[in-house]
């Protein structure tokens, strides 16, 4: 059975730390470009970052650059995301979603990924 699985989600105070994972079961990372998307209640879906299939190139989105560092390890069949400087607004369930066919304009694009996991809440609180 090919699936995502995250972990490493949690309730953190503001300006704590988390790691998450995304891991891999059933297939191979290495020909998938990983990205991190997280959903808030009402809202939709958005992009935080995304990893290369070697990890040579990654993006994130504004509103978490300098904050939140995307890596893998292929070995490992694995893709972290270590979140520092939480704020609230970083509350939210936080989903991994591989894409075989890869297009970065459009890396945000939630519907265009092939395989999803089943989410991780981090919750930003005092």
């Known amino acids: 059975q090919l699936q995502l699985v995250e972990s490493g989600g949690g309730l953190v105070q503001p300006g704590g730390s988390l790691r998450l994972s995304c891991a891999a079961s059933?297939?191979?990372?290495?020909?998938?470009?990983i990205a991190w998307f997280r959903q808030a209640p009402g809202k939709e879906r958005e992009g935080v970052s995304y990893i290369s299939t070697r990890g040579g190139t990654t993006n994130y989105a504004d509103s978490v650059k300098g904050r939140f560092t995307i890596s893998r390890d292929n070995a490992k069949n694995t893709v972290y995301l270590q979140m520092n400087s939480l704020k609230p607004e970083d509350t939210a369930v936080y989903y991994c979603g591989a894409r075989r066919v890869f297009n970065p304009t459009n890396w945000g694009n939630a519907l265009l990924y092939d395989y999803w996991g089943q989410g991780t809440q981090v919750t930003v609180s005092s």
């Open positions: 059933g297939f191979t990372l290495d020909y998938y470009v």
